[in-house]
């Protein structure tokens, strides 16, 4: 499962994003996270990030795609992946397509957290007044003035991602207002109803299937064993209850077969004809 989340700062992106690495086994890869990997594992676009961060630029698009392009090969995101920060304009969005493209790789879901801006603003500062209330500090990048700035760069960039989306049928939008239980139970149920998890949950089923399987192999050797030990008891005791002594300390007879039966009683005429000879 392949998914970008899309909304602005606040609308919960980084809370629902963790929810749906432990549920589906996924990797969240930020691009901050990725660039300083690269860096320290001074790999050939590590090099080159390392070099314009140094001296204060802007790492260009295509530096950014080839760290993800490296991201996307190792084996944990195998399963699949949810991009945090990018793309962030529609240029990013061409530049990934091509790059998914390249490696026949599908993006499943671009699910968008809608929210109300001036909703967003309020909590911001109500917060910052119960911090300031307890005598704390409040961050400088959690204060009403710096979401503003922060919400008009949305707007300007990232926004036009939604129509792009739309367009190419991969958006599903979400109401970010709502708790986030009830936020991360849509996302889920939306999911499910376009097959971005089917695969996976069969795959999940066949895994629990073969669990149960191998858990209950001890439990049939077991009872074949127990069979056949019966078995074998029974067999004894049958032994056991031809061998039985009869009443009078006599053994009970056992049955001889008919052709040895036979064969004494032709002996003992025999032998009655001769002592009539004899007389």
Not at 49 to 65: Q, S, T, Y
Not at 189 to 213: F, P, S
Request: without cysteine; hydrophobic residues 40%; positive net charge.
């Amino acid at each position: 499962m392949r998914l970008i989340l899309l909304g602005p700062p606040g609308s919960g992106k980084g809370t629902q994003a963790q929810r749906l690495v432990q549920r589906y086994g996924i990797v969240q890869l930020s691009t901050g996270e990725m660039l300083r990997a690269a860096v320290a594992a001074q790999t050939p676009v590590g090099i080159k990030a390392k070099d314009i961060m140094a001296a204060g630029g802007l790492v260009p698009d295509e530096i950014v795609i080839g760290i993800i392009s490296d991201r996307i090969d190792q084996p944990d995101a195998k399963n699949g992946f949810i991009l945090d920060g990018f793309p962030r304009t529609v240029p990013q969005a061409q530049a990934l397509d091509e790059l998914l493209k390249k490696k026949h790789l599908k993006l499943d879901a671009v699910v968008e957290l809608r929210v109300n801006e001036s909703a967003l603003l309020q909590r911001v500062e109500t917060r910052a007044a119960e911090t300031r209330a307890r005598g704390e500090e409040v961050r400088v990048d959690d204060t009403p003035e710096v979401l503003t700035k922060r919400l008009a760069s949305y707007r300007s960039l990232t926004e036009p991602l939604i129509h792009y989306y739309s367009e190419r049928r991969k958006l599903l939008t979400v109401d970010g207002m709502m708790t986030i239980e009830h936020v991360t139970r849509e996302i889920n149920r939306i999911l499910a109803a376009i097959g971005a998890v089917e695969a996976r949950a069969a795959a999940k089923a066949g895994a629990a299937k073969a669990a149960k399987k191998a858990a209950n192999k001890p439990v049939k050797t077991a009872r074949k064993g127990l069979k056949a030990s019966r078995k074998s008891a029974k067999s004894a005791k049958a032994a056991g209850k031809a061998a039985k002594p009869v009443p009078g300390g006599a053994k009970r007879p056992l049955r001889k077969a008919p052709a040895r039966a036979a064969a004494k009683t032709g002996k003992a005429a025999k032998k009655v004809t001769k002592k009539r000879a004899k007389a």
